[in-house]
């Protein structure tokens, strides 16, 4: 990875600090459905000199030019129809890929600031590549809108004789003699007289016969009410249950009061060493490092190499249950504290992500699920540097301020002291703990912890690995859960 160009970067401005995250996350969820061509359009960013300044670096080799500079004119539109058919196969692979609403809402934001025309257009050997600017999307001017042609043309005159057409026919309707009606004369004959109608005589009404009257009946009482019929019961309503919050619980009102929450770096070992499996014991280990280091399997044939070196790196290894094990215990911290990755890969400095807040935590941990050793530059673990990093980013004074360290060995990466910076760490920033996970139990940094009033748990297998990494997160009281 090279460095294209550094711009000035507000690191106290919160606006500029999501966007950065956003990115991040934007590059993650592209990365894997894109061609390596296509991705290295996007430069990543990265925070450099105390998080001054953004560097922004590119896979690609050559010199960097700006597009801006190119001075011959067909060149330069060569590179800008590369650099839509570029974006164009960015839009196209974003159709075919299966989308949460988190994920379509971020790159439905992001689209328009890809194709900003304020961002930053470097050229390296003919392909272009975007260095985002992180400001308001410029997107180019609409294309004028042409008034359609007006129809009232030589078609008037067609109307006007269709008009004059239809008033002839209304005159000829009113005057033509052949348009009149003809008055009909009645016919005398045809008179019908009405007819008599004979009456029948009445017919005399028939006398009723006289119904002497019987004794009355005596009516029986109607049955007197001695009291008012009883309502029916209404049944009440069932009493809802009421929630039981667990204990130390945070409230939403809490979170929401607190201006300058906590903050954490996980400090995550990504050195070969971390390959090794959990399944075999310390001695064991320690001998294959040896072998690894000198050379000792002269004497093995190709296929006992082959062989040993798969029993030695076998699942589950101290990589893969670190990974799990810390994607997990990233869901218990509290949603007000904003968690930020520092990677020990290779000598000679570590690298370092912004805070990803709550929203984000799903793109943390997709990120250290991709994380994969490299014998790039010989490898190493440059816990020193990530250390001093990952301690500047953080306050410690104000507030209360977390580092969890998951390695399994010391730094390899330079000669300085780990334990002196660890007591300057302490001396400056009162209010910064620090707890480790040692997975290799050879307690060679728990300075670290005893300086700054943190505690070192010893993970050596998978089972291990669980109990100790809630135990660490536990003992920070950054886990408390949320009060319903």
């Not at 990952?390 to 410690?396: P, R, T």
């Not at 910064?432 to 307690?443: P, Q, Y």
Request: net charge positive.
């Amino acid at each position: 990875m090279q460095r294209i160009t550094r711009i000035a970067f507000d690191y106290n401005n919160p606006e500029k600090i999501s966007l950065l995250e956003q990115y991040h996350s934007l590059l993650l969820l592209l990365k894997s459905h894109l061609t390596d061509r296509t991705f290295s359009l996007l430069a990543s960013p990265k925070l450099i000199d105390n998080n001054q300044y953004l560097g922004w670096y590119t896979s690609l080799e050559g010199q960097p030019l700006s597009l801006d500079s190119i001075a011959l004119k067909s060149h330069k539109i060569k590179i800008t129809k590369t650099l839509q058919t570029r974006i164009n196969d960015i839009e196209n692979a974003i159709k075919l890929m299966p989308l949460s609403d988190e994920e379509r809402s971020l790159v439905s934001a992001w689209l328009p600031r890809i194709k900003s025309l304020g961002n930053q257009i470097y050229v390296i050997n003919d392909e272009p590549v975007i260095v985002n600017t992180f400001e308001e999307p410029v997107l180019p001017a609409a294309a004028p809108v042409i008034p359609p042609k007006p129809f009232w043309r030589w078609w008037h005159f067609l109307i006007l004789a269709l008009l004059l057409v239809g008033l002839l026919g209304i005159l000829w309707y009113l005057f033509c003699p052949f348009g009149k009606q003809k008055t009909v004369v009645p016919d005398p004959m045809a008179i019908i007289a009405p007819a008599v109608i004979e009456k029948k005589p009445e017919p005399k009404p028939t006398p009723e016969p006289v119904i002497e009257p019987k004794d009355p009946v005596p009516e029986e009482p109607m049955p007197i009410a001695t009291s008012e019929p009883k309502p029916e019961p209404v049944p009440e309503p069932p009493l809802t249950p009421k929630v039981k919050n667990p204990p130390n619980c945070i409230t939403k009102e809490e979170m929401n009061k607190d201006p300058n929450p906590s903050k954490m770096a996980i400090v995550f070992d990504n050195s070969l060493s971390m390959t090794v499996t959990l399944n075999e014991s310390p001695s064991a280990v320690e001998q294959y490092f040896q072998y690894l280091t000198y050379g000792y399997g002269r004497n093995m044939s190709e296929q006992e190499r082959i062989k040993y070196e798969k029993r030695m790196t076998r699942l589950p290894t101290r990589l893969s249950s670190s990974k799990s094990v810390a994607t997990s215990s990233i869901d218990k911290i509290q949603p007000n504290i904003g968690i930020s990755l520092v990677t020990l890969t290779n000598c000679p400095a570590a690298n370092v992500s912004p805070f990803y807040n709550y929203s984000n935590r799903a793109s943390l941990k997709h990120k250290i699920k991709q994380l994969t050793p490299t014998a790039a530059g010989g490898g190493g673990t440059p816990l020193y540097n990530g250390l001093e990093k990952a301690s500047k980013m953080l306050d410690g004074v104000k507030r209360d301020d977390y580092i969890l360290i998951i390695s399994d060995g010391e730094d390899n990466c330079t000669k300085k002291n780990i334990c002196t910076l660890a007591n300057y760490i302490a001396a400056q920033k009162p209010r910064l703990k620090i707890n480790i996970v040692d997975i290799a139990g050879e307690h060679k940094i728990d300075c670290i912890a005893n300086a700054t009033g943190g505690k070192v748990y010893i993970a050596q297998s998978p089972n291990d690995m669980i109990k100790q990494m809630n135990k660490a997160v536990s003992s920070l009281k950054i886990n408390r859960p949320v009060c319903q």
